[in-house]
């Protein structure tokens, strides 16, 4: 069990770039969760697969995020035309079903 | 509506108990949680407890929830240094899919 790995650690990008972000949850994990984390607060929900499945995306924050887990392993998370406010830590966390949620280390965003 | 609330910040002796507390709005929640989160670092799973349940304990950690006031705390005895970190509450409503709904988190400092 080597943890749920996100990649990369720190993206550095202009504004108006594209970026995509990568996720491999712990195996065997049907479920995989991507949260949103800004400065001095609590992680927020984006989205959520069970296997490759999308089961909720309503809260995306807008029609530039989305998120796809083609082969129900791992996942990516790609925002389109980065604004000044998507500047945050992005998290996945994987469990298996109703189970407590295992979470990587991040991706943090900057953008220029 | 979800809503988690935490202190910001708790200040504590080495080798003293800590208390964080959290109060959250949803009553048909199922789980609540306790993460901790280290800078720089994702957030690691320390805890939860059933809606049915009032404590549990695990080692230097115990869980208190009071339902009727839909209040959680989180008693860390004999606080370590390497104990210093942000602590989240987080809750996850029936039928939510298992999404998380996290507090703001609470800054515990353990000074010598």
């Known amino acids: 069990d080597t943890g749920v790995s996100q990649d990369p650690r720190h993206k550095i990008t202009k504004r108006g770039q594209n970026v995509t972000f990568r996720c491999d949850p712990i195996?065997?994990?049907?479920?995989l969760y991507w949260y949103r984390q800004t400065l001095g607060q609590g992680p927020e929900f984006l989205t959520y697969?069970?296997?490759?499945?999308?089961?909720?995306k309503s809260r995306l924050l807008s029609d530039r995020f989305s998120a796809e887990r083609p082969k129900g392993s791992f996942s990516t998370l790609e925002i389109q035309r980065t604004e000044q406010g998507d500047s945050a830590m992005y998290l996945c966390a994987s469990s298996p079903l109703d189970q407590p949620q295992h979470f990587g280390d991040g991706t943090r965003l900057s953008i220029l | 509506g979800e809503d988690v609330e935490q202190s910001l910040f708790l200040s504590v002796r080495e080798g003293d108990s800590s208390v964080i507390n959290c109060t959250y709005t949803?009553?048909?929640?199922?789980?609540l949680y306790w993460y901790k989160q280290e800078p720089g670092a994702g957030l690691q799973l320390l805890t939860y407890i059933f809606s049915n349940m009032d404590m549990k304990q695990d080692q230097r950690l115990t869980v208190l929830l009071n339902k009727k006031d839909k209040h959680l705390s989180l008693r860390i005895a004999d606080t370590q240094t390497g104990d210093s970190a942000i602590y989240f509450c987080a809750e996850t409503p029936t039928g939510g899919g298992n999404k998380l709904t996290f507090g703001t988190g609470t800054q515990l400092k353990v000074e010598l």
């Open positions: 949803d009553s048909s929640s199922t789980y």
């Open positions: 697969f069970q296997n490759e499945a999308q089961l909720e």
């Open positions: 195996s065997e994990h049907n479920r």
